[in-house]
């Protein structure tokens, strides 16, 4: 029952992360093609919105890894 807990709660972050991604993303790509004409949001605030939900994906998963290895190495020692 835990693995499905743990599945159900792992798709809910997924699914979350990609909500918050895609605006981050969208906006930013919107805010530079638009250069500040129709929106309130200037054209230097794009590349740094696409930062933002481009990082929602790559730092977790460094975060992860850093995590296991820290296990398994703890895991050798004891």
Partial sequence: MEK???L???VVVLVLTLCCSTVFCATGI???ADEGRTVVI???AG???I???VAAWIVPPLFWFRM???NE???YRG
């Fill in 47 to 49: 590349i740094p919105m």
């Fill in 4 to 6: 499905r807990f743990g």
């Fill in 73 to 75: 190495d703890d895991a």
């Fill in 30 to 32: 919107y805010a530079l």
């Fill in 8 to 10: 159900s709660r792992t």
């Fill in 68 to 70: 296991v290895e820290d």
């Fill in 51 to 53: 930062l933002l939900g």
């Fill in 42 to 44: 200037g054209s230097t």
